[in-house]
């Protein structure tokens, strides 16, 4: 802890002034001005206050020896451990400018636009939990510098022909990018981190101790190389950008493509800093799941996972049903037996959304889409083994080959697809029902009434067909509780062909038909957005499982 040398009170960071300011007499000091000597070993590393959550064991530091009441990972009320520890110094800091006003302010200006949001997300004694970490990144100096020959090409047409030629464009190229930036905690998912991005790093100062005071700081512990291949692409695709759009090369037009840009221009990384960004950190607990909220402290930028309250999502939609069940009735008249296969195309979707979400929150648990986590939890296992066998050779060799593999895997692994599954799914289930069920039921209106037992059949076939294909996928996430939420859906599907299948003379039946079907529907709909909950939060973590990360980290 830092104290004032005019009258020995605590000293804190203070965001507004950009210096240390005494709580007690309200004096300012320069950061810089508050060292810790000049020796060699203080050089690379500092004294800190290392809190560990006894239910979680996440861990943060600080400069501070107070007590920490509340675990920022795992969302728990309790007195955080405490011991004191000597840390690997940071080359760079960028101090905290948004104040903790100023978080809560962009927070609840977010939350404003969250309509289905559940009401505790909004509470002000929640909101006032705020907690200022700074996140450790590495900051990639990137360098490309030399001759390069790049391929272009020149076409011209004679008559019938186009004749095409082809050039080698020579030139020298020295380019420089310093401070690519991707975040060194494995605590820290890589989608919350790209969401609050970037970090301007030009206001990015030498890191000294006094900045932690009445802040704290998360551990690094993914190794610098598992980004180093992602910071390489980065500066090269940049680099190509800038030669496609403003490199004249006359008529000859530029015919490389983006992977090989990265070995023709001599891209290497010439420098990697262990760097602390800012950043305002909020958890929201509820039973066995937490959503986070961070807010960048040097630019405001918000993301947040937002769960969705069951009763604001149906008193939403019934709002804005009616007026669409209104304009419908006005327009459209619809038989009974295309609102039935309506129902049954409703209940489909339903399907394929609850298996997208299924998927999708098993790759979240299993944090397949967190690169740095997933990298180097598969490295430590591999470390472990090798370490059993007592082996330092094989260790070595092993933590490579693993890191290798683990780096090739998560490639595989991670894919564009279904992230946009994801998203069409969101944005179908709290925005867009409503105006999804106009569209079919137009559509439904156009069916020859005799096509509409072929049609429920099919949808019932295919609702049972993703149903299997979901199973096992459905338990991980599970647990092995539950009935799947598809059933419902399925339910509604052999109702409706069944119905169409008997094809009775009175509307009655089929209207009947239409009701039970939307009744046995709710079922799959509120299972749905109770797994969109689980996808918009993650599992607890548990940091005792895997510690450490590379020699580097």
């Not at 705020?130 to 047409?157: C, D, N």
């Not at 957005?529 to 918009?536: G, K, P, S, V």
Request: contains cysteine.
């Amino acid at each position: 802890m830092y104290q004032c040398p005019n009258c020995g009170g605590r000293l804190i960071f203070d965001i507004p002034s950009q210096s240390m300011l005494c709580e007690h007499c309200s004096t300012h000091y320069n950061p810089y001005n508050l060292g810790e000597g000049n020796s060699a070993e203080e050089s690379t590393e500092y004294d800190v206050t290392v809190f560990k959550c006894p239910q979680c064991g996440g861990e943060i530091m600080s400069t501070d020896n107070t007590v920490a009441n509340f675990c920022s990972f795992c969302g728990a009320s309790t007195v955080l451990e405490s011991r004191i520890s000597r840390q690997l110094r940071p080359g760079y800091i960028i101090p905290f400018s948004k104040t903790k006003e100023d978080c809560k302010k962009e927070y609840k200006k977010m939350m404003r636009r969250a309509w289905f949001a559940p009401k505790e997300l909004k509470n002000e004694k929640y909101i006032d939990g705020f907690r200022g970490i700074y996140m450790p990144y590495w900051a990639y100096t990137i360098t490309q510098e030399g001759p390069v020959v790049l391929k272009g090409e020149k076409s011209t047409r004679h008559g019938d022909y186009i004749y095409t030629d082809h050039y080698d464009i020579n030139g020298d190229i020295d380019c420089q990018y310093k401070g690519i930036s991707f975040d060194a905690s494995s605590s820290f998912d890589d989608n919350i981190s790209a969401a609050i991005a970037p970090f301007d790093v030009k206001n990015m100062g030498s890191f000294t101790p006094a900045f932690l005071s009445g802040f704290y700081a998360d551990t690094a512990d993914v190794g610098c190389d598992v980004y180093m291949n992602d910071a390489m692409n980065m500066s090269s695709e940049e680099t190509y950008d800038y030669i496609k759009n403003n490199v004249s090369f006359g008529s000859v037009s530029l015919k490389e493509s983006r992977s090989t840009i990265k070995s023709k221009c001599n891209t290497k990384v010439q420098n990697v800093d262990r760097t602390l960004y800012p950043v305002w950190f909020l958890s929201y607990r509820n039973k066995d799941r937490v959503a986070y909220a961070t807010v960048n402290g040097q630019t405001g930028k918000v993301a947040a996972d937002l769960p969705v309250s069951v009763g604001k999502y149906f008193a939403g939609s019934m709002l804005l049903a009616i007026p669409i069940f209104i304009l419908l009735n006005i327009f459209f008249t619809f038989r009974p037996k295309v609102t039935l296969v309506v129902a049954a195309l409703i209940a489909l979707i339903a399907v394929i959304m609850y298996s997208f979400e299924l998927r999708k929150i098993k790759r979240c648990d299993e944090k397949s889409d967190d690169k740095g986590s997933w990298i180097e939890s598969n490295v430590l296992k591999s470390k472990y083994n090798a370490g059993v066998k007592g082996d330092g050779d094989l260790l070595a060799n092993q933590i490579a080959d693993a890191r290798r593999t683990s780096s090739e895997d998560f490639k595989k692994k991670k894919s564009i697809p279904d992230a946009l599954k994801v998203v069409i799914s969101i944005l179908i289930l709290v925005f867009g029902a409503p105006y999804i069920f106009m569209i079919l039921v137009i559509a439904g209106s156009i069916l020859s009434a005799s096509s509409s037992f072929v049609i429920s059949g099919i949808c019932f076939i295919a609702g049972v067909v993703i149903t299997v294909k979901s199973k096992k996928t459905f338990k991980a996430v599970s647990k092995g509780k539950g009935v799947s939420g598809s059933i419902g859906a399925l339910i509604a599907m052999a109702l409706a062909t069944l119905v169409l299948l008997i094809n009775p003379v009175s509307d009655i039946y089929y209207y009947a038909a239409v009701i039970v079907v939307l009744i046995t529907l709710m079922f799959t709909l509120v299972d749905l957005i109770r797994y969109y909950n689980m996808l918009a939060t993650r599992k607890l973590p548990q940091f005792d499982e895997y510690k450490g990360g590379n020699d580097n980290a």
